[in-house]
């Protein structure tokens, strides 16, 4: 058995393991229950975060104390590491092969298919694209702001989720930063269903569309009519699991311009099987060679520069292999394109305080590359340029007490939410907001907010809203870091400056360990994180007297 094991929130289990987890952890299960079972680990992790792949190291403690046979050592992929997941798990997956093949006799297949034929039969689905006057449309009916032709508008009815997402209608789209400010930040308002209450802390997940000039010019290059309707067939053949799930999150009926637009993450960088797949495809001898060490172990450094690191396209990498011009299918494209991804937003508002409705608070990602390529996120690019009536894919991701605002409103509550990191909060002071207007101001305890922006007249975030909030008694202290309004030789002032303050180290040591309260951060994961602790701990090691390990 092989475990593929991602870490969430604070060295927890992947939601879809915590049942599994729970049964692993029995107290009745016999110490020599798995001495059968041979089991290899592999952990997907960030070490940019301090719980790195600590789901993954507690299954294989746990599974070691159950009498496991282990295959090999486990392997803790990186997304910090320079080639990304694969530096670790390429010699890793290369030593496991040879173990399974020496252990079970199971025969090894080479991992490139000998020819172009082969490589064509893998495929566990048939697809076609044709004319059809019921589907066919034209290009005004698939623009950006007509959804009626979705599959998805008819019948919106619970529940909603990554198959069934709800189409929820914006009802305001508005800049937060100051118009002359370099990054836009940007409040938005959705209605959704009745169905769709949420809490504090909750997460709302959006689907986006690629640029439809992009979208066109993909459609282009490959060959493929964008007016066409899609109509794909599975065939009976072996391995057709992975591809129906894949196919299930498709809508029946789509047109190839909505397949792209919607459905494919053709504006992501493209993976190794893209590049295994193109060369299969490539005419020219030379640019077939070049993809092929693309797809490579050998080559996944050169690949990280050339691609990776560039952030380049589906169509941008394809324009770089003219021989593959108009000769991609569209079943091709779709194989080794990997569908297009929700982006997860912290949910800004509280539903008491506004019922029906959703708000979020994002900052529209734009950057440059190391050879100054310009890019811009897509999911923020795209929202940003939404209308009052437009519509947007979404769903509600449950938080699960991962990050729940406390079920005892009483208790002390101590934030720290920098920049956009400040909007879960929000959420929390709305929330205490509407249970003060509904049982009074004695229903709720003491609620401390730190937060940090660059300049006050620039970025400073819900200034208004929550000093209104200090009024109400939604907020007890309000305190606010402007790190780049100091003095020019004064250094600059962070939040873990001011949590350092004696009468804040009071405040915390107050609020925590004598008042068992609970405290919160959100925001950067680079090193506010790591900085915001060496300063709680060392304001309750100050007050308290405690030694730093037991603070």
């Known amino acids: 058995v092989v475990f593929v094991v991602s870490t969430t929130g604070q060295g ?57 046979r282990l295959l090999l050592p486990p392997v803790y992929a990186d997304d910090q590491h320079p080639l990304g997941p694969d530096g670790a798990l390429d010699p890793w997956l290369a030593t496991f092969w040879t173990s399974v093949a020496a252990g079970f006799y199971v025969p090894l297949e080479p991992p490139l298919p000998a020819d172009d034929q082969h490589h064509h039969a893998r495929l566990s689905y048939s697809l076609t694209a044709h004319s059809s006057a019921a589907l066919r449309l034209s290009p005004s009916q698939v623009s950006d702001k007509d959804h009626t032709e979705l599959p998805q508008a008819k019948g919106q009815e619970p529940p909603f989720g990554p198959r069934r997402p709800f189409l929820a209608k914006i009802t305001h789209n508005k800049r937060l930063t100051a118009e002359d400010w370099r990054q836009d930040v940007r409040e938005l308002g959705l209605s959704l269903h009745a169905s769709m209450e949420y809490l504090p802390g909750d997460v709302l997940c959006i689907l986006p569309e690629n640029p439809i000039d992009e979208v066109r010019e993909v459609a282009r290059y ?67 060679e070049r993809l092929q060490y693309f797809a490579s172990s050998e080559g996944q450094d050169e690949m990280r520069w050339y691609c990776t690191k560039e952030k380049r396209t589906v169509l941008e990498v394809l324009m770089d292999f003219p021989s593959l011009e108009g000769r991609i299918p569209l079943a091709r494209l779709l194989d080794c394109v990997p569908l297009l991804q929700a982006r ?93 207007q509904s049982q009074g101001r004695d229903s709720v305890g003491p609620a401390v907010l730190y937060y940090g922006c660059r300049h006050a007249a ?94």
């Open 12 to 68: 927890e289990m992947p939601t879809n393991m915590r049942t599994f987890w729970r049964v692993l952890l029995r107290r009745d299960l016999p110490r020599t229950l798995l001495h059968r079972v041979t089991v290899a680990v592999v952990g997907m992790g960030d070490s940019g975060y301090r719980c790195f792949n600590y789901a993954a190291k507690k299954l294989y403690r746990r599974l070691q104390q159950l009498s496991a």
């Open 222 to 288: 490959c060959g493929f009519d964008a007016t066409h309707a899609v109509e794909v067939t599975l065939l009976d053949v072996p391995g057709r699991g992975t591809v129906e799930r894949k196919l299930a999150a498709l809508p029946d009926g789509c047109t190839v311009e909505q397949l792209l637009q919607r459905h494919l993450d053709i504006m992501g960088a493209p993976r190794r099987f893209f590049f295994m797949t193109m060369a299969h495809l490539a005419t020219a001898e030379h640019e077939r």
């Open 344 to 436: 997860e937003f912290s949910i800004s508002s509280s539903w008491k305080l506004h019922p029906g409705h959703a708000q979020v608070t994002a900052a529209v990602v734009r950057y440059r590359t190391a050879l100054k390529r310009e890019r811009k996120g897509l999911c923020t690019t795209w929202l940003a340029a939404r209308n009052d009536g437009d519509v947007a894919r979404v769903w509600i991701k449950r938080n699960a007490g991962l990050f729940a605002f406390p079920k005892d409103p009483s208790r002390p509550l101590l934030m720290v939410g920098p920049g956009t990191g400040v909007a879960p909060f929000r959420a929390f002071v709305q929330e205490r907001l509407a249970l003060i």
């Open 458 to 551: 620039k970025d400073w975030l819900y200034k208004e809203e929550f000093e209104r909030a200090i009024e109400a008694g939604a907020l007890t202290e309000y305190h606010v870091a402007c790190s780049r309004d100091g003095p020019p030789d004064g250094g600059k002032t962070y939040v873990q400056h001011l949590l350092a303050r004696p009468d804040d180290q009071a405040t915390v040591d107050k609020m925590l360990r004598q008042g068992g309260g609970v405290f919160f951060l959100s925001g950067s994961s680079v090193q506010m994180p790591d900085n915001v602790r060496e300063a709680i701990v060392e304001a309750i090691q100050v007050k308290s007297g405690l030694d730093p390990d037991a603070a």
